[in-house]
């Protein structure tokens, strides 16, 4: 297989969005469900397929963890939430949440393959990707075979982080992904006691979208609140919350309006 092959292009998607990181742990599914809420809730018929096989997260997130997708043996239907959000995930083919999938690497990067090409999506605006952490399998799997209109990266400003989230960014570049920018995560916090923002990593260093060489999309403190949620519902969510969120979605639509929008292939 060539490096970057003819991607498959779903006329019905208007816009594909990867949500990267090259670290577990920095708040990459979090950024996935807020981008989707938001895009939804500003009237977007949205979906999100969690990618992330071996530790999915987006079910619980989008409190639709309880139910259970169904396939006729050829296509896949996926879960909609309270917001409207169309979700496909693993965990929502597996009997328990907490059941392990043990596949080798060709088995998971078809999983992908599937959940993008064999699932009832219907006429989407969106459909965002919450890739697994890393440059595994199926990180190359999805760059391989989807069109991506744009990558949005996520890490935290620490700078071992940093080195690792640019592996991520390079090899979305050499499978000809437009990355979109950097989400910086947790460089300060909100204080649950005063509400005061306190800093945690901000030592005067260079930013993290300075050392990637991104723009820099939005910059979430942590939040007690989002930590200890059990599931991100839009209108569960607070004020401030909500205005980090709709600040992210407003710079992407910004990046992806001057990105054109891939032509199909013939016969894709």
Excluded: H
């Amino acid at each position: 297989m060539a490096l970057i092959p003819d991607k498959k292009i779903l006329p019905n998607i208007k816009r594909v969005i990867g949500v990267v990181s090259g670290k577990g742990g920095v708040g990459k599914s979090m950024v996935s469900v807020l981008l989707a809420e938001t895009l939804a809730a500003r009237g977007s018929s949205v979906g999100i397929l969690d990618a992330d096989i071996t530790g999915p997260s987006i079910p619980r997130m989008l409190a639709v963890d309880s139910f259970r997708a169904e396939s006729d043996g050829e296509r896949l239907f996926p879960i909609v939430n309270e917001e409207g959000i169309k979700v496909v995930s693993i965990n929502l083919f597996n009997e328990e949440e907490d059941q392990p999938v043990i596949w080798r690497g060709p088995l998971l990067g078809k999983a992908i393959e599937q959940f993008y090409g064999d699932t009832e999506w219907g006429n989407l605006d969106y459909l965002i990707i919450d890739f697994p952490p890393g440059t595994s399998d199926i990180a190359l799997t999805a760059f391989q075979t989807i069109p991506f209109s744009g990558v949005v990266v996520v890490g935290t400003p620490q700078d071992y982080v940093s080195m690792i989230v640019n592996k991520s960014v390079r090899m979305a570049s050499m499978l000809k992904a437009p990355v979109l920018g950097l989400v910086e995560n947790m460089r300060t916090m909100v204080c649950p006691k005063c509400g005061e923002e306190i800093s945690l990593f901000d030592d005067g260093s260079e930013s993290g979208a300075k050392k990637l060489g991104l723009p820099l999309l939005a910059s979430f403190p942590w939040r007690k609140e989002l930590a200890q949620a059990r599931s991100l519902r839009w209108s569960s969510l607070s004020e401030a919350v909500k205005k980090d969120a709709e600040g992210l979605a407003r710079e992407v639509e910004l990046a992806l309006a001057s990105i054109p929008s891939p032509v199909p292939q013939e016969g894709r």
